[in-house]
């Protein structure tokens, strides 16, 4: 088999290492630089992605954080207003049961004296029908004859009228 | 970790397989076609193919088959390091991907400015053939860089892309350089312009061509030496030259390794450095502005 010389310039050979050079180029453009690049592209905007996400969730969280602070707060004054009202309302209804039970105490009261008023009046009227009664048997047994007290009652009642105005 | 599917394993498997097949091919190319030399001899590749053509006649030598050899396996071993890429790393070969992408970005970006940047592949692929073509020798195959023909074509690929970029700035632009800083000086300039790249074909060439003929004469030395020194051993111990095993291996370490991979490194450093100082943004950028005026005026 023949051997090339050792310094040996052959134009054919040397356009086909050109061409083996450009290809090899090719080779790595395509399948060790662009992928490597795409990925490191791709992870970029997934970094980028995640942080993006991380600053939304991070404003969300501390919007949500002012907006439970605010209800907090009105909470506060809420249940306040609420308590203060629950005072008042409990305070008008107290004066409202007082009130009552004062006209209710105040009625009974007056009953009871209307009613003390009419007993001690049919205790008066049973007295002196019982006086009257007493008196015209007595008068009777002192006249010896028999009075008709409904005759005389009238006198008697002035009488005892006049007792009474007496005493 | 996310679980390997059966189908990323198999590709796995193919890809690694297809990286080392073309190498056990060529090993197997030799053994079968090239004849084995016996004692000192130092010649170029050898020629598998010879048919008339135009200008000159179509080679295709061991130089040529080998070189395709080590496209096929960069390929495949560009579609490994890739293969399963995702946004969060799971593989250690997709830390090396990322690694060899970085750090070629880097070094042009730091030697040709940012406005070069796509040339970070072409960098890439001149260090991966240069590299692996001279490893090449690692395996007792021709090492494709140390045939002038290879490393002419890179360079006079580079030479092209040289003009290209003086060309960017206008045809005048370019025929002006010539006579900087004086007149009377563009003979030598042109001399350098088209040394350039003859320079650093016969730099990279001479280099590795130099370490197989260094390993060559050292090993026929050390041969020599064995039978100088152990030749009085009685029946084939006198024969077997003992001296050679081991030693030329460390040479070899310096002679295919680190001068393969330095020699890789200064071709793509040169490379950059050329092409980078071809092109100046400043004149390109004012030239366009030129051009936009003039087209405005008219």
Sequence with gaps: MQTLDIISVNIWQIIISLCNLVIIFLIMKKFLFKPVKDMIAKREAKVNEVLDEAKQERAEAEKTKTLWEEKMAASDEEADRIIKKAVAKAGKRSELIIGNANSKADEIVRQAKAEAELEHKAAEESIRHEIVTLSSALTGKLLEREINPDDHSELIDEFINEIGEIS | MPEKTTAFKVRDILFLIMTVLPIVCGIVIRVLFVPSSDGIEISG??????????????????????????????????????????????????????????????????????????????????????????????????????????????????????????????????????????????????????????????????????????????????????????????????????????????????????????????????????????????????????????????
């Design chain 2, 45 to 298: 590749a050898h020629i598998f193919f010879n048919m008339d053509f135009p200008v000159s006649p179509l080679i295709i030598s061991e130089a040529q088959v080998n070189s395709w050899l080590v496209m096929i396996s960069l390929l495949f071993l560009c579609l490994y390091l890739t293969n399963g890429i995702k946004e969060n790393i799971h593989t250690k070969r997709q830390v090396i991907a990322e690694w060899i992408v970085e750090t070629v970005e880097k070094l042009v970006k730091d030697n040709m400015g940012d406005y070069f940047t796509g040339f970070a592949p072409f960098v890439a692929a001149i260090m991966a053939l240069s590299a692996f073509s001279s490893l090449m020798s690692l395996t007792g195959m021709f090492p494709p860089t140390s045939d002038l023909n290879i490393v002419a074509g890179w360079a006079f690929l580079v030479f092209i892309l040289i003009t290209y970029y003086k060309m960017k700035c206008g045809p005048l632009h370019y025929l002006k350089s010539f006579a900087e800083p004086v007149p009377f000086l563009a003979p030598l300039n042109i001399i350098s312009e088209v040394a350039t790249p003859i320079s650093m074909a016969f730099r990279h060439y001479g280099n590795i061509l130099s370490g197989s003929v260094i390993s060559v004469l050292i090993a026929a030395a050390l041969q020599g030496l064995t039978h100088l020194v152990l030749g009085w051993l009685p029946g084939w111990l006198g024969e077997f030259p003992f001296l050679r095993v081991g030693i030329p291996a460390f040479l070899s370490l310096y002679f295919d390794l680190f001068s393969g991979l330095l020699q890789a490194f200064i071709f793509a450093m040169l490379t950059m450095l050329y092409i980078g100082g071809a092109f100046s943004l400043e004149d390109y950028i004012a030239r366009k502005q030129k051009k936009i005026k003039t087209k405005s005026t008219t």
